[in-house]
Structures are given as structure tokens and as C-alpha cells.
């Protein structure tokens, strides 16, 4: 299972995805964790110390022509991240979860970090799972990712949403391009919840329910500000993550 997360910036994909990570390695699943926001810090969510010696995964492209050498086919074919010696030189392994960066280098123009990208597409298109193994694709803020098709090879995008008029603005239009690049599971994820009110409000505004909703949670908040992993919380969640899993679960075999 290959999952992304999009969303307005600040909405809660980070906090998310690791509570996600935890609760997959906490089920005995294996997980890789990859960071694709160009200023990355799900390592620090994750509560993974040293990340200085991590390969960023744009580094793969010519590695992987390189050993593909002349042979035929897409170097990218049969990439496990169990059984493949060559991706974990790119990875960091902390208590079962492993993390691997993309290293997008954006330059003060904006410029378009393209082969970042294409590695982290052919990546997503060609990595071939266990049922055991579960992929969490960590993204920047924004729709660039889809209008680029960067994560067009995953099972599931989650969009992340908080109960106010502009965020499920920019959720619904999330969902119409994640629609359009034909990603088979789409699904929202409320995030910041207070109340029955924003419940409704979210289900109401968006067309359907969302998948899961995660409490506005002050133990979230402290862990973040103690740079703590957030990982380690469980108070005040509600059992959203498990909830959360035990959906997607309900759609995926
Ligand atoms: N459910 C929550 N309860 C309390 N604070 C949260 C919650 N989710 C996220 N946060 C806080 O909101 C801020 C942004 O979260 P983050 O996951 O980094 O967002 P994003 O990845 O979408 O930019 C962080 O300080 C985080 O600790
Ligand atoms: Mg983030």
C-alpha cells in the first residue's frame, strides 16, 4: 500500500503521516517513511536523530541508470525497499520505521526541482510491496505534486482539512486534480477538531465524510514545541490513528 498525504501548508500532513507511521509499525506492518517537502522534517516528527549521512533519494536517478547499465527495461523494476541493497544506502532506519529524504533543492527564483521529482515518480510507479509493506509519502503544501504527477503511482491520497471555509476550498480542489491524475483512493482526513460542530461543518462543506478525524490535541502541540516525536503522543487522540487505519484497511485487502 503506497500512501500520500496533500494539503494546505500547516494543516497537519506531518503530524499525520507519523502518527500514521507509529501506528503501522505498532500493527507489526513495515514502513517507509519518505519526506518530499523540500524543507523536510518528518525525521524530527518521527523523532529519527541524525539525518546528516541519509542519501537524499534524488541522488538515485543516475545510481539506478548506472547498475542498469545497458541492459533493457526501467532500472526502477523490481525496487523493494525489503530486498533491495541499493535503497537502503538512502535510508534511515529508527525502532522498525524507515525514513528516506527526497533532498528537493528549490532555488530562490522557485525553480522547479525536476529530477528530484521524476525519481520520486518513477519510484512511486515501480516500487513493488509486500502486503506487509506500507509506503507514506510526506508532501509540501500545495498541488504541485499532482500537477505534476509526481504521486500519480500511489493507492491512496489522504487530504488533510480543517474545519474553515478556505481549507476545504483548497481540499476540494485538491480532490478534483487527485481525481483527475486518477488516483484510485481519495479520501479526507479532518484534522484540528474540536466539536460536533466541526464534524458536521467538514462533512457538509466537502460532499462526503471525512475518512477520519484527529482532535485539536495540546499534548500535539507541547511535543512540537518540547521537539519532542510527536510519535511517542497518544493523549488526546482519540484513538484517531488507529481509527484511521482500521478505514483504510476496510478499502485496501
Ligand atoms: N491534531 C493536532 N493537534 C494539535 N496541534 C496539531 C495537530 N496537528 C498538527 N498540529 C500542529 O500544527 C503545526 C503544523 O503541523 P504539521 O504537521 O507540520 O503541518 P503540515 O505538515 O501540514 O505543514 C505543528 O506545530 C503541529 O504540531
Ligand atoms: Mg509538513
Do not use: W
Not at 475518512?211 to 507541547?222: E, L
Request: glycine share 10%.
Amino acid at each position: 500500500m503506497k500512501i500520500a498525504v496533500s494539503g494546505k501548508g500547516g494543516v497537519g500532513k506531518t503530524t499525520i503521516m507519523a502518527l500514521l507511521a507509529g501506528e503501522l509499525r505498532k500493527q507489526g506492518r513495515e514502513v517507509l517513511v519518505i519526506d518530499a517537502d523540500p524543507s523536510p522534517h518528518m525525521a524530527q516528527t518521527l523523532g529519527i536523530g541524525d539525518t546528516d549521512n541519509v542519501r537524499p533519494i534524488a541522488e538515485m536517478g543516475k545510481l539506478l541508470a548506472e547498475r542498469a547499465g545497458k541492459s533493457q527495461g526501467s532500472p526502477f523494476y523490481n525496487l523493494n525497499p525489503e530486498v533491495n541493497d541499493l535503497l537502503r544506502d538512502f535510508m534511515i532506519e529508527q525502532d522498525g520505521i524507515r525514513l528516506m529524504i527526497l533532498g528537493a533543492v528549490q532555488t530562490a527564483e522557485g525553480g522547479c526541482a525536476c529530477p528530484e521529482n521524476h525519481v520520486l515518480r518513477k519510484m512511486l510507479k515501480k516500487m513493488l510491496l509486500t502486503a506487509k509493506e506500507v509506503v507514506l509519502v510526506d508532501m509540501e503544501a500545495g498541488i504541485e505534486h499532482l500537477g505534476r504527477g509526481t504521486v500519480a503511482g500511489v493507492d491512496c491520497l489522504l487530504i488533510v482539512v480543517i474545519p474553515s471555509k478556505s481549507g476545504v476550498r483548497t481540499a476540494l480542489k485538491i480532490k478534483k486534480m487527485a481525481d483527475d491524475v486518477r488516483i484510485p483512493q481519495v479520501y479526507f482526513v479532518g484534522n484540528l477538531i474540536q466539536s460536533a460542530d466541526d464534524r458536521a461543518f467538514l462533512s457538509k462543506e466537502l460532499g462526503e465524510e471525512p475518512i477520519a478525524f484527529f482532535p485539536n490535541s495540546s499534548a500535539v502541540r507541547q511535543a512540537e514545541r518540547d521537539e519532542q516525536p510527536v510519535i511517542t503522543v497518544s493523549e488526546g487522540l482519540e484513538d484517531a490513528p488507529r481509527l484511521l487505519l482500521t478505514k483504510l484497511h476496510s478499502t485496501f485487502v
